[in-house]
């Protein structure tokens, strides 16, 4: 996923502490629900290829998970490809999809050399995406990109 000299980048995201360990904790989540069996949404996946771009989901997760090592750069539509990774792991933390994700993770995660806390993750992870969020919207002075970006999201910015 090369970006094209032409395209207009819209976040970067340095490789800082708090950055790595949320688009780590993103598609570690993402690739739990994705394809583990143990979620039904591993078998829509595998039933409904045609709706779900696999290589491009994956080419996407390697080049943010690149992180690690430099900075980060998203043009509009890999953004909003982000963005909705976020906003679809923040909803796995709500309600019932709650409940199977915290049972699973913690069961997998379990042990006394780690110190797993699956609410302090909660906490911290919605509080971070809305910060990511927020952050955006505050700091985007381009009324129509951020529309667009809005529109997509459903985020329904007063502008």
Not at 118 to 137: D, H, V
Request: with cysteine.
């Amino acid at each position: 996923m090369q970006i094209k000299s032409n395209e207009f980048i819209i976040l970067r995201l340095p490789p800082d502490e708090e950055n790595i360990a949320f688009i780590y904790q993103t598609f570690g989540i993402t690739q739990y629900i994705f394809f583990d069996d143990r979620f039904r949404t591993s078998h829509l996946i595998k039933e409904n290829r045609k709706e779900m771009n696999i290589e491009f989901y994956n080419n996407f997760r390697e080049k943010c998970l690149k992180i690690k090592e430099i900075e980060i750069a998203f043009t509009i539509n890999e953004f909003i490809f982000l963005v909705k990774t976020i906003d679809f792991v923040a909803k796995c933390f709500i309600g019932e999809p709650k409940d199977k994700l915290e049972k699973i993770l913690t069961a997998d995660f379990e042990s006394e050399d780690f110190d797993y806390d699956f609410k302090k993750i909660e906490e911290w992870y919605l509080a971070k995406s809305e910060n990511l969020f927020q952050g955006f919207r505050d700091s985007c002075k381009n009324e129509k990109l951020l529309k667009q970006v809005s529109d997509e999201l459903n985020w329904e910015i007063e502008i």
